[in-house]
């Protein structure tokens, strides 16, 4: 009996491996934890109602008159296996030099970075642009830009040091003046020096943290400190502080595939010295912001609330704000809900308005904005190539801002005295704003995509108060083509209307005008000669428009701009 069992056994596994042997592949699936986590993305902005000016061509094609800071970059190449023979391992380093120029335009960029040490990787990024130009029947148009920026990075083994240190100078002509041209109608030019705004900005920080895995479960730190300054031609000062201190714990609970506890404090700190008044203002800004962050199946929870202390001179104001923001994918991958509720304590800077608009006067008026805001939409991958997003807001201001061109300007021409208009003052008011967006993106493979954005802005305020130079319609589009990996092919559209200027009679408004439709047409175009050596050429507001953002304001017209990129330093 054992005998017929035991060679019964036999036969059977003999099957099976006859059986196994003859199948061609496997299945095998392998479930990972793996999970990426961005350990320090940049605050995204909901709405963002900021406007720029429309003169400086970019190789991104935003043609604008903002100034944006740079921000270093961690790139790390990975490392490419070396093969039998005489290939070598790729060294991890890049060097790269761009140089151009167009019309009355010379650009000049540089950047170095270095991942050759699993202990430390480091940076540099050297930035120079300029603009001499002259719009027709106006003062001149110019501009220039210049950015120095260092950044370094330590790997131990259990937090990641981070330090960067950057330098800007930036100056720009006032050239707005009032519709009839004084210089066409009176033959009088005021000399370049006093129409110069020019801003010397410095910028120093540092972060550590500790990586953050699933297999972790110890707390997760973060601290960071940055300092700024801002100094300009008429030696007004501004000096900002921040610090940030944040824990975060994985807790280990069954049924839940995740739960996070944690919390974050910051501090800003700003004085301003106004030299032409000798005015001084100091503001402080306190946020306590608890959260817990929760996943189970398709649903996700990021629950908490911020407590806000800001103190402005001698007036002080509390606030506390929700953060909750819940998501739920009906189909994974496919399509997903969210919706949520937060705000925040904004406090202006001299900095980031006059980075939005340079054309400034010597001393402003900064306060501090409390935001509530809500918010749902969703996200939709209608296939591999195809996306959609949607979003529809409200969000409440107490002190939005806006810019009113200063009346107090003027000049003696003959026997009359003009007012210039070309410098603005910054303002704010009470007001509340619903915001609708919508985008979708089209991607076939490596070689073509497109990708459009509309956003529609409705104003509201208490006391019928006109916020000027805010668009309430904006649509983009953008799209590029690659060719054989030789040809590389952008095209950009930009459409911005309903924007508002006020109408000034004897230093006073009396009225509000529409501007002129804003729309932008560029196309930028690179040609890949070898892995080290590319070809570029810019080409900015194709249809010639005059696009004024501000009142008296002209944007150049047509312009291009012609270069090339080396890359060295590397296999």
């Not at 699993?118 to 940076?123: D, M, S």
């Not at 949607?390 to 026997?415: C, K, Q």
Request: hydrophobic residues 40%; neutral net charge.
């Amino acid at each position: 009996m054992h005998r017929a069992f035991g060679t019964g056994l036999c036969l059977l596994c003999l099957l099976a491996a006859a059986e196994v042997s003859g199948q061609s592949q496997y299945d095998v699936v392998v479930k990972s934890a793996f999970s990426p986590v961005i350990q320090d993305a940049q605050k995204k902005l909901t709405f963002p109602a900021r406007i720029s000016d429309s003169v400086a061509p970019r190789p991104t094609m935003d043609y604008s008159l903002q100034v944006r800071p740079y921000k270093t970059r961690f790139e790390p190449d990975p490392i490419i296996a070396p093969r039998v023979g005489k290939d070598k391992i790729s060294r991890l380093y890049r060097h790269s030099v761009k140089a151009g120029f167009g019309y009355l335009q010379p650009l000049l960029a540089y950047d170095f970075n270095s991942l050759r040490s699993t202990h430390q990787a480091f940076g540099a990024h050297v930035y120079s642009h300029a603009s001499f130009d002259q719009v027709k029947d106006c003062a001149p148009s110019s501009y220039a830009e210049n950015t120095v920026a260092l950044y370094a990075e330590q790997y131990r083994p259990h937090f990641v040091l981070r330090e960067e240190a950057s330098y800007a100078f930036d100056w720009f002509h006032c050239y707005g003046y009032p519709a009839d041209s004084l210089k066409k109608r009176f033959g009088w030019s005021q000399s370049a020096s006093d129409n110069v705004r020019s801003y010397h900005r410095a910028h120093a920080g540092m972060m550590a943290y500790t990586p953050a895995t699933k297999k972790n479960v110890s707390w997760q730190q973060r601290y960071a400190g940055s300092y700024d300054l801002l100094y300009d031609n008429y030696h007004s000062v501004e000096h900002q502080l921040y610090a940030e201190a944040g824990l975060d714990k994985r807790l280990m609970v069954s049924r839940v595939d995740m739960l996070r506890v944690g919390g974050v404090f910051t501090m800003q700190y700003g004085h301003n010295d106004w030299r032409l008044s000798s005015r001084q203002a100091d503001s402080w800004v306190f946020n306590l912001h608890p959260r817990m962050q929760w996943e189970e199946g398709n649903l996700k929870l990021d629950a908490g609330a911020a407590l806000s202390v800001g103190l402005l001179n001698s007036e002080s104001s509390v606030a506390l704000f929700p953060k909750v923001n819940a998501t739920w994918n009906l189909v994974p991958g496919v399509l997903a809900f969210y919706a949520g509720a937060d705000g925040e304590m904004d406090k202006d800077s001299y900095q980031a308005i006059s980075l939005e608009n340079p054309f400034l006067i010597p001393e402003l008026d900064l306060g501090i904005d409390r935001i509530y805001r809500l918010y749902v939409g969703t996200k939709t991958n209608l296939s591999q190539r195809l996306a959609f997003g949607a979003r529809i807001g409200w969000e409440n201001h107490t002190e939005l801002d806006y810019f009113m061109p200063d009346t107090s300007v003027t000049a003696w021409v003959d026997t009359n005295r003009i007012r210039l208009y070309h410098q603005f003052d910054f303002k704010d008011a009470a007001a509340s704003l619903a915001a609708l967006h919508v985008d979708a993106a089209y991607r076939y493979k490596e070689l073509f995509s497109i990708k459009v954005d509309f956003d529609y802005y409705s104003y509201m305020t208490a006391d019928t108060v006109t916020l000027y130079y805010r668009p309430q319609y904006v649509l983009g589009i953008s799209a590029d083509y690659s060719l054989k990996q030789k040809v590389n092919i952008g095209l950009s559209a930009v459409w911005k209307d309903e924007m508002y200027t006020p109408v000034f009679e004897d230093g006073k408004v009396v009225g509000k005008e529409e501007l002129p439709l804003w729309f932008d047409l560029s196309l930028n175009a690179e040609y890949l000669w070898s892995n080290r050596l590319r070809f570029f050429v810019d080409l900015n507001n194709l249809l010639g428009r005059s696009n004024p953002m501000y009142a008296y304001y002209r944007t150049e017209r047509f312009n291009c701009l012609f270069g090339l990129k080396y890359i060295f330093g590397g296999e």
